[in-house]
Each structure stands twice: as C-alpha cells, then as structure tokens.
C-alpha cells in the first residue's frame, strides 16, 4: 500500500484578484521508505505540493492520502496531531529553536508534541545526536554551531519521533555544496536505519542525482518521473 | 508544564532588557500601590482607632429618634426604667459585646464666677466609659485621668477661653426636661485635649451628678456606646442587634430602640471612605499599567518569533501548547514584577517608618505615621498583577496559537 497517494490534486491561490494555479491535476503514488524527490524551478509547485503532503495546506481539488489519511479533511488540531505522529520536517533555514540547545531542540518533539518518557527520550536523542555527529555539540545554542550543523540537527529532530514521512524543502539551499552533500546522505543513511520515506525539494541538479525517485514539476504540472532503482518506490499517474 | 516555563523564562531572558523593563514598570507600579495603601489605610484605621475608641465606641444605641435630634440634647428623648432595663438584657446577652457605657448628654452653662459660655456634657460612669472608649483617658493633658462625683473634665477649648485650669472650682447650669434650671458645683479635675468628630469637644461629669443636676428622679440613659471584643464583626453585630432591638415595641407598637454604627456618627466616615476611593482608582491605575506593558510586550513578542510559531506548529505543537507557552511568559513577567515590587515597597513602608512622620488630623496634632501594609493586602495586590498580566498576554497568545503554520512559515 502506497504511503502517499495523489490524485489529480490541484491548489489554486487568489492573488489580489487574480487566481494563480500553483498545481494542475497532479498525481502519483509513494511507496513507504522511498528517497524521492520534487525537482523543478521556482514557481513550479514544489513547495506547495510539499505543504499539501505535510497537512499544512489543503488541496482545493483531488484526493491526497498520506498514510492512509485523507488529509484534506483533517480540522486544524487533528491536522497538528497527524503531523507530529506521522510527519518529521526539515526546513531551507533550520528552524532551530534559538534558546534551546541542540539537545532540547531534538527532544522538543518528544517533549511538546508525543509523551514519551524521560527514559525513551534520553535515549531516543542521545542515539541520534551520535547518529547525526552532533554529539559532542549537544549543549550548544544553534546559534554556536555551523548551518550544515544545523541541518544536522533538523534531520535528528525530524526523525525523533519515528515519523513515517520526512519533507525537506529545499533543505541544502543554504549550505555549501560540499555541506550539502553531507546532509542529503545523512538523510539517505536514516532512511535506510530507520525505513523513513524521505522526500524533498531541490532545484540543485547535483544534489537531485542523489535521489532514488526525482519527480519533475513544471507549471504546477508533474512532468516526469524518473526512478533511479533504491529500497521503495514511486509511480507518476 | 515545566518545559513550557523553561521555554518561557528562556524567551524571557532572550529579550533581557525588554523583559527588564517591563517588569520595573510592574515593580514601579506595585512599589506605589503598597506605599499608597500602606500610608493611607494606616491614616485611615488610625484615625477610626481615635474616633472610635476616644469618644464614640464602636456602636451606639438610642432612644427612636434621638439621633435625629442630637443637635439639642433632648433629655425627653432619653431612655427610662423599663426600656433601660430590656436594652441592658439584651446587651448582657450579646458574647461579643466587650463592654458597654450608659451616657446622658446634655446642654449648659459654664461659669467660672467671672465669665460664662455654653457647654456640652457627656456624663459618664468613668469605670465603664473607659472600658469601652480606653483612649478617653489619653485625651486628658493636663490634670488627673480619674472622674470622681463632683468634678469636672473640661475641653482644652472652654480651659483655655476661660482661664480654667484643673483645681478650679466652676459651676454648671442646666435645664432638665420639665424645664427648671437647676445648677451645681464642680472642680475641674482635667482639661481634655479636642478630637474631632461628634463629642470631640464635650466636658465630662459624672452620671450621679448629671442625676442630681438635672433633677432626675428615675434612672435615665441618652445612649449606650459599644465596645465589641472584634471591630471586624461590626457590621454582622449591628445586623444583629439591630434585628433584636426591632423586636422592642412601645404601647404604640413602635420601635423603641435604633442602633447607629461609628460609620453613620462621625463625618470621618466620609473621609474614609474617599481614602478607600483613591485608593480603587490607584489599584485601578496599577492595573491599567501592567495590561499595557504586558500586552505590548506579548504583541511584539509573538511578532518577532512569527517564523518559530510556524515552525512549531508545522511539527505538531498543538494549539493549546502554543497559547500555553505565551501566557506563561506573561504570568512570568507579572510574578517577577509583582515579587520585586513587594518587597521594594515592604522596604519602602520600613524607611517611612524609619523617618516618623508626624501629621495633624483636626484638632490632634503630632500624630506619627506607622505606615503598614497586612499580608492579605500584599497577596491581592500581586494577585491582581499576575491575574491581570494572564489576561493581557491571552490575545497575542491567542492569536499565536491561531497562526496558520504555512504563512507563518513564509513570514521574513
């Protein structure tokens, strides 16, 4: 059973009094512990289309299931408690949390949003601060650590709850390629410990060969569907 | 909730001098509504301590319409035999009556051989009187404290006016109720200082000799002060007795009796009550300043971190938790500013003490402040911060909590 299932989904948005069309009848189906991607350039509908899989927007036609969820019809509180049980997110700037260390920022999930015990959390972050690297910086602020440090950190804290999807929007636009790299491989290697389907935004051509399954946007149109072979899969329709 | 407090102080502490700031705005504010309740509560329950315990008593009661007609000292409206003996019954019964003083007031002439003016007399029986007035003594400045029959305490205003001083012998004319004028020799004992207020500037006698100037012939009483064993019980006991003495009907089944508090007696009531008016709209004014500042620090504190509620969100905080986690902020700031500002103006009451600031009050003069603020005054006032610093950090924690996640995200 696919993890995410899109059928002729469409978001239009009104600017001013003009309607923009940001997705036009796209659809496509994610298998779980895939490592995908949404390629395209900007205004292509990356971003709306990672927004309608992560529950923060709603299509305004079509059917997108996440999990077995139709997320479309999910009230605003069930929408927040469906995320922080099966969505972790990375975001292009980190989004770290500036007056918690990197320890408090990967357990705010635990804390804040799933009750898990001291015990679990403890070992839940303390085995992906080592996962990450980021042992060692535990009890620093983000503001003391580096942005391809903070990107690790994000990808920690996306996966602390055990999630079964992980949306990174452009995720390595603000890290130097060499960085970049680093973070798109971190997630691909928590993907296979953890059988997290990934999926995330680039317009980085380079970073875009490092996906198993490359989904192309034009025009709010999915263009093409390339699978490059991997541990899950995907399926334009 | 404890991480939610984490959070919150850490917000707190992220924007030091803003958080600074406005918690000494609270402070400042607390700091002034102690000093002021503090100064004028302590004016206030002096000043009923003097009215009270120096002339009035804590309550009175009359005959029917006596009070009415208190300017002219009707002695035809004065209590007899039968109702005198029904009222002191009653009296007797009541267990939180400390004690109480039968008084007969009456209108006269002063002469001291030479001169004459008119004088108001309370007579008294002096061992009871003091009992239930104890700071009647303390009034005398020169002279003996003791009344015994045939003498006279006169008030400082007449001794002086007059030339009079303790030794001396004066005598009192008076007319008693079927109208002969009668008088009689006194030595006065002690000269009174002035209070203000009803009976402030009465000369004393004793009631044998009020008796005997006047001709009375049965017994007869113009009023009972009261003293309770609580001041705070004042209201519920005048409900009380009032309710008992109803019950008293004369032949025309008319009540006998009527019962009057301090507060319907002395003007200072009046005065008292202005005090506690300033006093509200200086607490009104504390409240007006921590509803500002909080608010304006909440709004712009939810306007800065538009990014990290979307983030927040984005990853499942709820909406509640995010309301949580700015209120917190607020109550934090308004604990801070409330706790400073207790004890800067627990301080502040010890250094005005420390300077024994003497005021007038009528015709008392001298009279030192011992500033004081009570424990339940202290607890209300930093219950009314916290509670009102609550309710200004709900609307921008309110609309924090409605953020969409999607646009807040977007917002630079």
Known sequence: MALISAKQITKEYQVGEVAVQALRGVSFEIEPASFVSFVGPSGSGKTTLLNLIGCLDKPTAGTLTVDGTDVASLERKASAAFRGKTIGFIFQDFNLLPVLTVYENIEYPLLMVQKVSPRERQERVTALLADVGMADQRDKRPDQISGGQKQRVAVARALVTSPKLVLADEPTANLDHDTAYMVINLMKKMRDEFKTTFIFSTHDQKIVGEAEIIFTLEDGKLNGEKNKGGNGHGQSL | ?412
């Not at chain 2, 051989?113 to 009871?128: G, K, M, Q």
């Not at chain 2, 009689?184 to 009631?207: C, N, W």
């Not at chain 2, 984005?314 to 500013?337: D, H, N, Q, Y």
């Open chain 2, 1 to 412: 909730m404890g991480n939610l407090f984490k959070i919150a102080i850490r917000n707190l502490l992220r924007y030091k001098r803003r958080t600074l700031l406005t918690a000494s705005l609270i402070t400042v504010g607390v700091v002034f509504v102690l000093a002021f309740v503090s100064v004028a509560g302590t004016f206030k329950n002096m000043m009923i301590g003097q009215v009270t315990d120096s002339m009035i008593g804590h309550l009175q009661v009359h005959r029917k319409g006596f009070v009415a007609s208190i300017e002219t000292l009707p002695l035809n409206m004065n209590l007899k035999g039968g109702a005198i003996g029904k009222l002191e019954k009653i009296l007797d019964a009541q267990p939180e009556i400390e004690s109480y003083s039968p008084r007969i007031k009456l209108g006269g002439m002063f002469s001291n051989f030479t001169e004459t003016s008119s004088i108001r007399i309370t007579a008294i029986d002096p061992a009871r009187e003091f009992k239930t007035v104890p700071l009647l003594p303390g009034r005398v400045m020169e002279g003996s404290k003791e009344l015994k029959p045939g003498s006279i305490l006169i008030p400082e205003l007449l001794a002086r006016g007059m030339k009079v001083k303790p030794g001396d012998a004066v005598v009192v004319v008076a007319t008693n109720a079927e109208g002969s004028v009668n008088g009689k020799q006194f030595v006065v004992s002690g000269v009174m200082e002035s209070a203000t207020g009803p009976g402030g500037r009465d000369g004393y006698i004793h009631l044998d000799d009020a008796r005997e100037l006047l001709r009375l012939e049965d017994k007869q009483v113009s009023e009972y002060a009261i003293r309770l064993k609580d001041f705070g019980e004042l209201a519920a006991f005048s409900k009380k007795i009032d309710g008992l003495l109803a019950k008293e009907l004369n032949p025309q089944g008319k009540p006998i009796f009527e019962v009057h508090n301090w507060e319907k007696l002395s003007p200072f009531f009046n005065i008292a009550r202005m005090i506690d008016l300033m006093t509200f709209f200086i607490k009104l004014m504390l409240i007006a300043i921590v509803l500002i500042s909080i608010m304006n620090v909440m709004i712009m504190a939810v306007y800065e971190r538009i990014r990290e509620i979307g983030t927040i969100a984005a990853i499942g905080t709820l909406p509640g938790k995010i309301l949580s986690m700015f209120v917190i902020e607020g109550f934090c700031m308004g604990v801070v500013g409330a706790l400073i500002g207790d004890l800067v103006g627990i301080g502040i009451v010890w250094i005005l003490n420390l300077f024994k600031i003497s005021y007038n009050f009528g015709m008392q003069k001298g009279l030192v402040l011992q500033a004081g603020v009570s424990a339940a005054d202290i607890l209300m006032i930093s219950a009314t911060v916290i509670i009102v610093s609550v309710i200004a950090s709900l609307q921008p924690a309110f609309k924090a909590s409605r953020m969409e996640p999607i646009q807040a995200l977007r917002h630079t």
